[in-house]
């Protein structure tokens, strides 16, 4: 079985400090992990994944993310936040050794940066 | 190059209904998976479609059919709708149904059940 956990409802931070949100997973074997943020009445955007290699990934929109397999955490970051990266985020996960491409998500964090 | 499209974008049905969402794919993209999106929570798998067959499917009653055509679009089906169906469902697609291939998703339709 493979789950997700966003241990954070909601994140709040100020206009330019650094914005980070949490991941952990649980999976058999090694992860397929995805970040997509969703914006009001829009389905999701994709991010950002991490498949194997460099344990830190680089997105869009200046996000970035690290695997930490010891940890099984893949924390969502942003040097910088913007008001306009306001919006509810998801952690994905997959299982690489299973067929098909079925994501499993966390419950969602919902970001608010304030100017 | 239009990303995935859905339709309709909201729906009313009331119980007992059946219901049927569609959804093209990203250009080029041969899999599709539906997502059902409860409010406030994350998406949860449906089932996905690859070649016209259904390859996977999460834990949803029978109610919930699909279909996928020859150009890659597809079709959800729920059938005796209940009030619990409320949601907003997501249409994904991706090229191929590879493990590592990422999802493009639409914009949804919000079903709303009276």
């Known amino acids: 079985a493979q789950s997700v956990a966003q241990p954070e409802d909601q994140v709040n931070v100020a206009e330019g400090n650094p914005l980070t949100v949490k991941c952990t997973y649980s999976?058999?074997?090694?992860?397929?992990l995805f970040w997509y943020v969703q914006y009001p009445n829009r389905g999701l955007q994709f991010l950002l994944k991490?498949?194997?290699?460099?344990?830190l990934v680089k997105g869009s929109y200046g996000f970035e993310a690290e695997f930490n397999k010891s940890q099984t955490s893949f924390h969502l970051k942003k040097p910088s936040a913007l008001v306009s990266d306001s919006a509810l985020y998801f952690c994905?996960?997959?299982?690489?050794?299973?067929?098909?491409?079925?994501?499993?998500f966390g419950g969602g964090t919902r970001v608010l940066v304030k100017p | 190059d239009a990303g995935v499209t859905q339709s309709p974008t909201h729906l009313i049905k009331t119980r007992g209904q059946q219901v049927t969402l569609r959804c093209s794919p990203k250009?080029?993209?041969?899999?599709v998976s539906w997502y059902q999106q409860a409010l406030g929570q994350g998406p949860q798998f449906i089932f996905q479609?690859?070649?016209?067959?259904?390859?996977q499917r999460g834990n949803f009653p029978d109610r919930f059919s699909g279909h996928q055509f020859p150009n890659y679009s597809s079709e959800l089906n729920v059938n005796a709708l209940l009030l619990g169906d409320s949601a907003l469902y997501l249409c994904?697609?991706?090229?191929?149904?590879?493990?590592?291939?990422?999802?493009?998703f639409g914009p949804g339709t919000r079903l709303t059940v009276l």
């Open positions: 994904a697609s991706s090229l191929s149904a590879l493990a590592g291939k990422e999802q493009f």
């Open positions: 999976v058999s074997g090694n992860p397929y």
């Open positions: 991490y498949i194997t290699g460099d344990n």
């Open positions: 994905a996960v997959r299982y690489f050794k299973a067929a098909g491409n079925k994501l499993t």
């Open positions: 250009s080029g993209h041969d899999t």
């Open positions: 479609y690859y070649e016209e067959e259904e390859r």
